[in-house]
Protein backbone atom coordinates (compact mmCIF):
# COMPACT_ATOMS: atom_id res chain seq x y z
CA UNK A 1 0.00 0.00 0.00
CA UNK A 2 1.62 2.91 -1.12
CA UNK A 3 1.73 5.69 1.54
CA UNK A 4 -0.58 8.29 -0.26
CA UNK A 5 -3.64 5.48 0.10
CA UNK A 6 -2.89 4.81 3.69
CA UNK A 7 -5.18 6.26 6.16
CA UNK A 8 -3.88 8.66 9.01
CA UNK A 9 -5.93 10.05 12.22
CA UNK A 10 -5.24 13.72 12.90
CA UNK A 11 -6.18 14.24 16.41
CA UNK A 12 -7.20 17.59 17.27
CA UNK A 13 -6.88 19.77 20.74
CA UNK A 14 -7.84 22.81 21.66
CA UNK A 15 -7.71 24.03 25.29
CA UNK A 16 -9.23 26.81 26.46
CA UNK A 17 -8.96 29.06 30.02
CA UNK A 18 -11.20 28.45 32.77
CA UNK A 19 -12.94 31.65 32.08
CA UNK A 20 -13.71 31.30 28.73
CA UNK A 21 -17.18 29.15 28.29
CA UNK A 22 -17.93 27.82 25.30
CA UNK A 23 -20.92 26.13 23.32
CA UNK A 24 -18.68 24.87 20.83
CA UNK A 25 -15.25 24.39 19.21
CA UNK A 26 -14.24 23.57 15.71
CA UNK A 27 -11.54 23.00 13.32
CA UNK A 28 -12.45 23.63 9.48
CA UNK A 29 -9.50 22.51 6.99
CA UNK A 30 -9.19 21.38 3.52
CA UNK A 31 -7.60 18.16 3.31
CA UNK A 32 -6.33 17.38 -0.72
CA UNK A 33 -9.02 20.12 -1.48
CA UNK A 34 -11.79 19.05 0.23
CA UNK A 35 -13.17 20.96 3.02
CA UNK A 36 -13.70 18.89 6.32
CA UNK A 37 -14.81 20.25 9.54
CA UNK A 38 -14.04 18.24 12.84
CA UNK A 39 -17.01 19.38 16.20
CA UNK A 40 -14.79 19.34 19.16
CA UNK A 41 -16.13 17.94 22.48
CA UNK A 42 -15.27 18.20 25.94
CA UNK A 43 -16.76 15.14 27.27
CA UNK A 44 -13.55 13.38 28.32
CA UNK A 45 -14.17 10.51 26.02
CA UNK A 46 -10.25 11.54 24.80
CA UNK A 47 -7.06 10.05 25.56
CA UNK A 48 -5.67 11.38 28.68
CA UNK A 49 -8.98 13.90 28.74
CA UNK A 50 -10.98 14.30 31.75
CA UNK A 51 -15.26 15.95 31.15
CA UNK A 52 -15.49 19.88 31.73
CA UNK A 53 -11.99 20.61 31.93
CA UNK A 54 -11.50 22.95 28.96
CA UNK A 55 -9.54 20.63 26.46
CA UNK A 56 -11.46 19.86 23.60
CA UNK A 57 -10.83 17.11 21.57
CA UNK A 58 -11.54 15.58 18.12
CA UNK A 59 -10.22 12.84 15.41
CA UNK A 60 -10.37 12.88 11.77
CA UNK A 61 -9.56 10.14 9.42
CA UNK A 62 -8.76 10.30 6.00
CA UNK A 63 -5.94 10.23 3.37
CA UNK A 64 -2.57 11.62 4.29
CA UNK A 65 -1.77 15.13 3.90
CA UNK A 66 1.33 16.60 5.36
CA UNK A 67 -0.12 20.02 5.87
CA UNK A 68 -2.93 21.54 6.40
CA UNK A 69 -4.88 25.04 6.27
CA UNK A 70 -6.31 25.24 8.91
CA UNK A 71 -9.46 27.83 10.60
CA UNK A 72 -10.28 27.02 14.41
CA UNK A 73 -13.77 28.96 15.63
CA UNK A 74 -14.69 28.96 19.05
CA UNK A 75 -18.95 29.93 20.00
CA UNK A 76 -19.42 31.34 23.49
CA UNK A 77 -22.30 30.92 25.37
CA UNK A 78 -24.08 33.62 23.53
CA UNK A 79 -23.48 31.91 20.06
CA UNK A 80 -21.07 34.24 19.10
CA UNK A 81 -18.55 32.82 16.41
CA UNK A 82 -14.87 33.64 17.11
CA UNK A 83 -12.36 32.81 15.14
CA UNK A 84 -8.84 31.79 16.36
CA UNK A 85 -6.70 30.59 14.68
CA UNK A 86 -6.31 30.53 10.83
CA UNK A 87 -3.19 29.03 9.00
CA UNK A 88 -1.30 26.12 8.08
CA UNK A 89 -0.41 23.55 10.37
CA UNK A 90 1.75 20.35 9.66
CA UNK A 91 1.14 16.50 9.92
CA UNK A 92 4.06 15.06 10.26
CA UNK A 93 3.52 11.15 10.72
CA UNK A 94 1.56 9.37 7.74
CA UNK A 95 -0.30 7.00 10.28
CA UNK A 96 -1.64 9.34 13.12
CA UNK A 97 -0.24 12.74 14.11
CA UNK A 98 -1.78 15.14 16.76
CA UNK A 99 -2.22 18.75 16.24
CA UNK A 100 -2.75 20.41 19.47
CA UNK A 101 -3.36 24.19 20.22
CA UNK A 102 -3.76 26.84 23.27
CA UNK A 103 -6.69 29.58 23.29
CA UNK A 104 -5.71 32.44 24.81
CA UNK A 105 -7.46 35.75 25.71
CA UNK A 106 -5.96 39.10 24.82
CA UNK A 107 -8.24 41.66 26.13
CA UNK A 108 -11.65 41.12 24.35
CA UNK A 109 -10.03 38.92 21.68
CA UNK A 110 -9.53 35.16 21.52
CA UNK A 111 -6.74 34.28 19.88
CA UNK A 112 -4.79 30.84 19.91
CA UNK A 113 -1.17 29.09 19.11
CA UNK A 114 -0.10 25.63 18.24
CA UNK A 115 1.93 23.55 21.05
CA UNK A 116 3.44 20.46 21.42
CA UNK A 117 1.14 17.59 21.32
CA UNK A 118 2.11 14.32 22.65
CA UNK A 119 0.87 10.66 22.66
CA UNK A 120 0.84 8.73 26.32
CA UNK A 121 3.89 6.60 25.65
CA UNK A 122 5.07 8.81 23.06
CA UNK A 123 9.05 9.54 22.85
CA UNK A 124 8.39 12.58 24.19
CA UNK A 125 6.53 11.75 26.64
CA UNK A 126 8.98 8.93 27.30
CA UNK A 127 11.73 11.30 28.14
CA UNK A 128 9.73 13.41 30.19
CA UNK A 129 9.20 9.89 32.74
CA UNK A 130 12.40 9.29 31.99
CA UNK A 131 13.69 12.14 33.78
CA UNK A 132 10.92 11.80 36.58
CA UNK A 133 11.82 7.94 37.21
CA UNK A 134 15.91 9.25 37.26
CA UNK A 135 15.70 11.71 39.93
CA UNK A 136 13.04 9.49 42.00
CA UNK A 137 16.00 6.96 41.89
CA UNK A 138 18.34 9.22 42.72
CA UNK A 139 16.11 9.94 45.74
CA UNK A 140 16.05 6.74 46.88
CA UNK A 141 19.20 6.32 47.09
CA UNK A 142 20.29 9.46 48.92
CA UNK A 143 17.85 8.32 51.45
CA UNK A 144 19.12 5.10 51.97
CA UNK A 145 22.98 6.54 52.01
CA UNK A 146 22.18 9.32 54.34
CA UNK A 147 20.18 6.70 56.42
CA UNK A 148 23.18 4.60 56.07
CA UNK A 149 25.29 7.21 57.78
CA UNK A 150 22.83 8.01 60.55
CA UNK A 151 22.83 3.82 61.54
CA UNK A 152 26.15 4.52 61.44
CA UNK A 153 26.39 7.29 63.64
CA UNK A 154 24.10 6.09 66.34
CA UNK A 155 26.23 2.77 66.41
CA UNK A 156 29.52 4.50 66.94
CA UNK A 157 28.29 6.98 69.44
CA UNK A 158 26.27 4.25 71.70
CA UNK A 159 28.94 1.64 70.98
CA UNK A 160 27.10 -1.19 69.32
Known sequence: MSQSASTQNIHFTVSLPETVEASSVKVIFSRQGTSRTVELA?????FHDAAGDGTWTGVDRGPFVRELTTRITVHDQSNTEHVVYSGVV???????????FQVVELG???RCHQVAGT????????????????GASW????????????????RERLGW
Open 119 to 134: WPGSPIAAQEGQNFYA
Open 90 to 100: YTPDSRSSIVS
Open 108 to 110: NML
Open 42 to 46: DDGTS
Open 139 to 154: MVVLTVLVASMVKVLR
